[in-house]
């Protein structure tokens, strides 16, 4: 019989629901990896663009690093991408909630009326409900799979906003190299506050944002 498969149906609900609010939570966090490559390659690119030999070692004036916490929090087009993104998932998880409940509703009937069911009864509509979790779980994986599709085009715009900025922003300042720093993945583990650019990266990220939407 298949109305024992259909059982635990109650608790795979609720594990999908988990999944898609976990893939929210990690929205920062494959962003701030994001970032971490941005000023990584940045790095490296200002290297190679320098036409001195390699032992010569760049002064600390042309070093300056970037809080990505802070940026990530200040920046306005992440914060309205990040928005935009929470609200579809919570959307999807909404969805999904409602889904779920209303066949555990089918199922909760099905298990009162089982009894006094014939035996094709019961055979055509375990089939059904088990059909329909079927349908549950390809639509929780098809939301799933949209949901990661947008995250990763919207860092990806994230990405190329950052580079194109730093790259003439460190060019008009005769900066070197831009390091990125954040507690959840201190790449640096010192450096003098002298050094710190970030204000002046999210105001001009900030700027540019603004002149994009008008």
Known sequence: MLFFKILPMKEYIWQIIDENLNMKKSFNYVTMLALGLVFTLFAASCSQETPKAATTAPTTQS????????LLNKYEYFKS?????????????ADLNTKGTAFQREVAQYQQQ?????????SATEDRLARKQQELAAYNQNASAAL????????EKLYEKVAEFLKKYA???GYKMVLTYSKSNPTVLFADESLD????V?????KAYSTEKK
Do not use: P
């Open 81 to 93: 991408i990040k928005d935009k993104f929470e609200e579809k998932s919570k959307k999807a998880q």
């Open 114 to 122: 089982a009894n006094a069911m014939s035996a094709d009864h019961r």
């Open 63 to 70: 070093i300056v690093y970037v809080n990505s916490d802070s």
């Open 202 to 206: 999210v105001a001009g990220l900030n």
């Open 148 to 155: 990661a599709n947008e995250e990763a085009a919207e860092n």
């Open 197 to 200: 650019v970030t204000e002046e």
């Open 171 to 173: 060019k008009d300042k």
